[in-house]
């Protein structure tokens, strides 16, 4: 996204202009863009043969003595983010790990350099038998907590109980932070009014399996109804504030492999509470890092699943999909999409800021892929060996199935170091394994 905004010292004044661009600076910096510049260096302009001597935007006049915007704006640059905030409430981050110490210590590596001014790190053990212990106690400030593996949900409020923050924020053991991720995460709920905040988790190199397992569906993402209200965060990156959590009962102890985050936002939903969405607070989060592992994973999902449906049945359709008012977001597969891009340039192209619109997922033709499907195809199947002349029914119900694996194979986006015709391959393996129950719109 590209903008532009001016302040000419000549008509709005130095004062003015300085506490104009460093708010803006501030801003920037607090959501999490990418950059942004100041412009221009000084008020000496000249072009085509003229002196400009009718504005004066620049951060020095034109003898180059720095005006007030020079300092303001360099305040804002010279300083880390967290800097800006107008509050800096304590912050408890809590990891819950079972076995995960291939990745722990970069995780917590992470945490320790996080550029917030109050925080502290909570490692809930769940009864792990790898490494974990010994991983932990090489970062003296994070306070462990060993206990018998009793699931993920009884692991976070085990940290929750634990937690002196007025903000709790979780993130897993197989994710690493980036340094600002509190802070954007706490300026998004106190400017916001929320209740609970969350941001995007994102695929770091780990290899092109494990890039074609982050294009497979499945994946952890976000679910949002606008650009900063959530109806979903996911366990990996989100925060609440404490007594709102405690509130509602903490995480159901009925989770036990995952689901608590879904679950948890639900009823803070219910209850009234608002869920918000701060898009630069991201951490990079491992993939499984193979289809083996990465089906062992779907596999705890489809329990979650199961579990919510009992424990929410109103927010299933009559396929057992999860219904969502939202949009998901993320590189993982959520459906076909039936039609191509288009650009919408407004009447007769006069439309101004141009976007480029892609057709919402075609839920309905993820029928073909369905479990319920494919156990019709083998009952179509059984019936042919035992006489019935079902055998063309068979056929076409399995051409249907591997001609949306295909797509959804052929729609994927995996990253263009990894792409190629194994990937493409591996990821249509992985859709057609899952046979995904079709989401609710």
């Known amino acids: 996204m590209l903008s532009e905004i001016g302040m000419d010292t000549l008509r709005h004044g130095e004062e003015e202009q300085a506490e104009f661009l460093s708010g803006h600076a501030a801003e920037a910096t607090l959501a999490g863009l990418a950059g942004t510049f100041v412009f221009s260096w000084t008020d000496d302009w000249f072009t085509r043969g003229y002196q400009i001597d009718d504005w004066a935007f620049g951060l020095t006049h034109r003898d180059r003595t720095p005006k007030a915007s020079y300092q303001a704006v360099a305040d804002v640059f010279g300083q880390p983010p967290a800097k800006q905030l107008q509050r800096t409430p304590r912050v408890s981050v809590v990891v819950c790990s079972y076995n995960g110490g291939r990745t722990l210590e970069q995780c917590l590596r992470s945490l320790a350099e996080l550029a917030y001014p109050d925080f502290e790190v909570i490692l809930v053990d769940d009864g792990?038998?790898?490494d974990t212990p010994a991983i932990a106690a090489r970062f003296p400030d994070v306070r462990m907590i060993r206990q018998e593996n009793q699931g993920l949900s009884v692991a976070r409020n085990t940290g929750l109980g634990?937690?002196?923050?007025?903000?709790?924020a979780y993130t897993d053991a197989n994710c690493f932070a980036d340094p600002d991720w509190l802070t954007l995460l706490v300026h998004q709920l106190e400017t916001s009014g929320a209740t609970a905040v969350?941001?995007?988790?994102?695929?770091?190199?780990?290899?092109?399996?494990?890039?074609?397992?982050?294009?497979?569906p499945g994946q952890p993402i976000h679910v949002l109804e606008s650009d900063e209200e959530a109806e979903h965060i996911p366990g990996c990156n989100m925060a609440f504030r404490r007594e709102a959590l405690l509130a509602i009962g903490s995480f159901d102890p009925l989770f036990r492999k995952a689901g608590d985050d879904v679950d948890a936002c639900w009823r803070l939903r219910e209850a009234g509470y608002r869920i918000t969405f701060a898009p630069g607070a991201f951490v990079w989060h491992h993939r499984r890092q193979g289809p083996r592992a990465y089906l062992r994973q779907?596999?705890?999902y489809g329990e979650a699943e199961a579990l919510l449906a009992i424990r929410h049945p109103e927010r299933f359709n009559i396929l057992g999909g999860a219904i969502w008012r939202g949009v998901m977001y993320g590189a993982g597969l959520t459906g076909l999409r039936v039609g191509a891009a288009r650009v919408h340039g407004g009447v007769f192209g006069q439309g101004l800021f141009q976007a480029l619109y892609r057709p919402a997922p075609a839920h309905r033709a993820m029928l073909p892929s369905t479990l319920e499907w494919q156990m019709l195809a083998v009952f179509?199947?059984?019936?042919?060996?035992?006489?019935w002349h079902t055998l063309n029914e068979t056929v076409a119900m399995l051409a249907l199935t591997f001609i949306v694996t295909v797509l959804q194979a052929v729609q994927a986006r995996p990253a263009k170091r990894h792409d190629g015709f194994s990937a493409r391959c591996v990821i249509g393996l992985l859709c057609w394994y899952l046979c995904p129950r079709q989401p609710g719109e």
Do not use: H, M, R, Y
């Open 380 to 387: 179509f199947a059984a019936g042919s060996l035992a006489g």
């Open 128 to 130: 792990s038998t790898d």
């Open 198 to 216: 969350g941001g995007p988790n994102l695929t770091p190199e780990d290899g092109w399996l494990a890039g074609c397992v982050a294009c497979a």
């Open 298 to 300: 779907q596999s705890g």
């Open 162 to 168: 634990a937690a002196t923050g007025e903000i709790v």
